[in-house]
């Protein structure tokens, strides 16, 4: 029978495409993920392993090796912090790491702000949570280009390129915070079939969106000067548009909520698991509440919605140049201020305000969960893209990922090594994750810290919790 199961999971992963959800490596397929599941498959608040649960707080970001020397300057942040800040922004986003290789750039940042899930009953749910995240991708943006920004453009080792073609690329930046309900249902609870449904209703607001995106001939890298330690970077027939939905400041807490100030949307997430088996039942203790099935069938849709852009301080200038010419200080301003930066250096054609309704990072994801000894799991998930617009390049982008995540879990601890092919990545992203009681601490890509090959990122997670168990009582 456990063959079978083995077989069975990976018919129903195959016949569905190649993401890297926004998720925590390895708890978003525990059966005790409660709040951390949740996102990925809100099913798990059906009948759920806790009687109430609490993120006391969750911080999260996708860095580099060089993360490590800069640890106090919040520079995992940088996706977040770009829409409230212009201190040193260049500086911290050379600390965070893409987790897609080389091309698009993507970087991510998270933090989940307290929040609380609280059974109802045996088979009944609800789970309200509160979190903000921030994205930026640049796509088709040489690997030339990209090491300059990280190596400067002043130290004296850039090489010399000449007429280099170039062509179309964006780059964007967005961010924002959600609130959500959720609210999942046990429907069937026989001994080797258990079947959950859960769903959930978001409410997006504070998002931002800052943006560029043109076509650009060629480029060139040479000297300032004869014997100079500074290079330049000249861009011949460029052309562009850049905008944003709000000026770079701090917002007060009104202006979050205001449709007027930042963008606002609604989404919702849909999912279901079913459970089949009834194998590990054997010798169980009183209070022992761990899974007995054989193997967990799971799908769910997320974050199937939109972002609305309708701001009154918003611009979008567009503009074109036969010849551009940036150095490190022209680098600097461009990445502390943003599209303000760039719109400062360059001549326009055009300036009118910005509006726009973007899609979130709508995905499907299928998985099969195997447990192949008592508290050991085999999960093999996949998402992908759901209705995902190529020709739209502000929508918020999600890369497609297969997944192959050795577990094991009781109900204090959770211990994950996840391997991840991300589609476009030269090699897979060997991740670790570990839940200690009340803490956690997981990383997607352990060997994306290292300094050469492949994708240079890898997410970081460290988060807090608190629960207390749903357990039988003792009948004797």
């Not at 009944?124 to 400067?152: C, D, H």
């Not at 859960?198 to 076509?215: D, E, H």
């Not at 360059?346 to 509006?355: E, Q």
């Not at 060997?447 to 039988?472: D, I, P």
Request: glycine share 10%.
């Amino acid at each position: 029978m456990k063959k079978t199961a083995l077989n069975f999971a990976l018919f129903f992963l195959f016949i569905s495409t190649l993401a890297h959800s926004q998720e925590i490596a390895g708890l978003e397929f525990s059966n005790y993920g409660g709040l951390y599941r949740a996102p990925y498959n809100p099913s798990v608040i059906g009948g759920p392993k806790h009687k109430w649960q609490i993120n006391i707080g969750t911080i999260g970001g996708s860095i580099n090796y060089r993360y490590f020397r800069f640890i106090g300057e919040n520079s995992l942040l940088y996706p977040l912090l770009a829409p409230r800040s212009t201190k040193e922004l260049y500086g911290r986003s050379r600390t965070m790491g893409s987790l897609t290789y080389k091309d698009p750039i993507y970087l991510a940042s998270e933090i989940r702000w307290p929040s609380a899930m609280i059974s109802l009953g045996k088979y009944q749910g609800l789970a309200l949570a509160f979190r903000t995240r921030g994205y930026a991708k640049a796509s088709n943006v040489p690997e030339m280009i990209q090491n300059l920004y990280f190596y400067r453009l002043d130290t004296g080792g850039t090489p010399v390129v000449s007429n280099q073609s170039w062509g179309n690329f964006n780059m964007v930046q967005q961010s924002y915070s959600d609130v959500s309900l959720t609210y999942g249902a046990q429907l069937l609870d026989f001994d080797a079939h258990k079947l959950r449904i859960g769903a959930t209703v978001k409410r997006v607001f504070g998002a931002r969106i800052g943006y560029l995106t043109g076509s650009a001939g060629s480029y060139s890298l040479s000297p300032v000067s004869a014997g100079s330690e500074s290079s330049q970077l000249t861009v011949n027939d460029l052309s562009y548009e850049v905008g944003y939905s709000a000026p770079t400041r701090k917002n007060g807490l009104g202006n979050l909520f205001s449709s007027d100030k930042t963008g606002a949307g609604w989404a919702y997430d849909l999912g279901f698991s079913y459970e089949l088996g009834k194998y590990w039942g054997k010798d169980k203790e009183v209070y022992d509440e761990s899974p007995e099935y054989l193997i967990r069938l799971a799908a769910s849709l997320t974050d199937v919605g939109n972002i609305k852009y309708q701001t009154s301080d918003s611009r979008l200038v567009r503009g074109t140049q036969a010849t551009s010419v940036i150095g490190q200080k022209e680098l600097e301003t461009i990445s502390d201020r943003g599209p303000q930066g760039f719109i400062s250096l360059l001549p326009s054609d055009m300036d009118t305000t910005f509006s726009k309704k973007v899609q979130l990072a709508q995905a499907v994801h299928y998985e099969a969960d195997i447990q192949l000894v008592k508290g050991f799991f085999l999960n093999l998930s996949k998402t992908q893209r759901y209705k995902s617009r190529a020709a739209e390049p502000l929508d918020v982008y999600m890369p497609n990922t297969f997944t192959i995540t050795p577990r094991f879990e009781d109900e204090d601890s959770d211990f994950a090594f996840p391997i991840t092919f991300i589609q476009g990545n030269n090699r897979p992203s060997i991740g670790a994750m570990g839940h200690f009681g009340p803490v956690f601490l997981g990383f997607s890509s352990v060997n994306g810290l290292m300094k050469k090959g492949g994708a240079r990122g890898s997410m970081v997670y460290l988060g807090f919790t608190a629960w207390k168990l749903n357990r039988k009582k003792d009948k004797d």
